[in-house]
């Protein structure tokens, strides 16, 4: 390969559709990590309460699949939520290997206080997108996320 393969800096930047969707979700991150700054939380582990916001407990595999995340990072992410009081886990009572988690009574008080920021950061980055709706947006996205 010879340098005139190589694609400039600039070309790139353009470009490459992964170089942009990472600086777009650190961007998008960083919004709601500001926002959710208030109540004391992050925007993944917002995520993880609003997930978790069920009538029942649910596994740590299908939370997992579900928020797009490795095993091992949500349980990383987890140990705070637990620590604060705001999550707690159950052995599964079929198989004890299995670990269930839910709100507790904190966790759920703290996710309706964060909900009106969620709202507003929604209200942000979909005012970003315009003039292309959110609506038009999210199934692409989620195409891109099932590859």
């Known amino acids: 390969m010879s340098y005139n393969d190589l694609i400039p800096v600039e070309q790139m930047t353009a470009q490459c559709f992964c170089l942009n969707t990472q600086r777009t979700a650190r961007a998008v991150a960083r919004l709601y990590d500001a926002t959710m700054r208030p109540v004391g939380l992050t925007s993944g582990q917002f995520s993880i309460l609003a997930a978790l916001n069920q009538q029942k407990p649910v596994s740590i595999g ?11 990072t949500l349980t990383r992410n987890l140990a705070p939520l637990e620590a604060a009081g705001l999550i707690q886990s159950e052995a599964d009572d079929g198989d004890r290997r299995v670990r269930r988690l839910s709100l507790t009574v904190l966790g759920r008080e703290r996710l309706a206080l964060a909900m009106p920021l969620w709202r507003r950061a929604q209200q942000e980055a979909t005012a970003a997108l315009a003039p292309h709706p959110w609506t038009t947006i999210q199934p692409a996205l989620s195409r891109l996320g099932s590859i």
Do not use: F, I, K, S
């Open 62 to 72: 299908a939370l997992a699949d579900g928020l797009g995340l490795e095993r091992t």
